[in-house]
């Protein structure tokens, strides 16, 4: 998934840590087509906009579908940061 992700996403290399995770949760769970289907969201990323792209997240059938995930998915790509669950 990393190298596709590498190889079809402009923006994925520039990307921290917390932020590519969380790209490629997704692609996991919906496949990279799926993923390169939240067009809105992938612009927000590549420009930056972190908080925009965490709202689009969260604005779609598949947060719906996935509940706590998404949120906790979401709130990584809008602050960059490693939930604490994960730190523990």
């Known amino acids: 998934v990393w190298l596709a992700l590498v190889s079809r996403l402009e923006c994925f290399s ?7 995770a ?21 612009v927000l990323v590549a420009g ?11 604005d779609s059938q598949w947060a719906l579908q996935t509940g706590r995930r998404a949120s906790r998915l979401s709130e990584m790509m809008r602050t960059g940061q490693w939930p604490e669950e994960v730190l523990r």
Not at 14 to 20: A, F, K, N, S, Y
């Open 14 to 20: 520039r990307l921290d840590t917390v932020r590519q």
């Open 22 to 42: 969380v790209l490629i949760d997704l692609a996991f769970n919906m496949g990279v087509n799926g993923l390169l289907g939240f067009r809105k969201t992938l």
């Open 48 to 58: 930056g906009k972190y908080g925009e792209a965490s709202v689009e997240m969260m």
